[in-house]
């Protein structure tokens, strides 16, 4: 059993920066970011995979956002720039001990290791 544990969350203004960080209690391998906004579905932001070291990210934050990793303190990280009013929203850490294939990286149900969520807020 792996836990995640997320930190970094706030409010910021529009243009803005945040990084998230999420730390993980054991080996994984697939890491990932996902995001709810208030009245909408959980959606994909962001994976990189240990393995090989692909990064895959949703249309919407390609360019703005990067997903890094800090193999020594087991922790990954999703750092936001340029943060628009459209990126508020709950934002989620995910695990998954094997690496997943491309197709499966945006799949939430592919991930059974879920941080509990912090709170992105990006103020007009």
């Known amino acids: 059993q792996v836990q995640l544990v997320e930190s970094g969350g706030g409010q910021v203004q529009t243009g803005g920066s945040l990084r998230l960080s999420c730390a993980a209690s054991?080996?994984?391998?697939?890491m990932g970011w996902f995001r709810q906004a208030p009245g909408k579905e959980r959606e994909f932001v962001a994976t990189?995979?240990?393995?090989?070291?692909?990064?895959f990210y949703a249309e919407s934050v390609k360019g703005r956002f990067t997903i890094s990793r800090d193999n020594a303190k087991n922790t990954w990280y999703l750092q936001m720039n340029s943060l628009k009013p459209e990126d508020t929203a709950v934002y989620y850490c995910?695990?998954?001990?094997?690496?997943?294939?491309?197709?499966?990286?945006?799949?939430?149900?592919?991930?059974?290791?879920w941080g509990q969520g912090t709170q992105v807020t990006v103020s007009s």
């Open positions: 995910a695990a998954a001990v094997n690496r997943l294939i491309n197709t499966a990286v945006r799949l939430q149900r592919m991930y059974p290791y």
């Open positions: 054991g080996r994984t391998d697939t």
């Open positions: 990189l995979r240990q393995s090989g070291g692909s990064t």
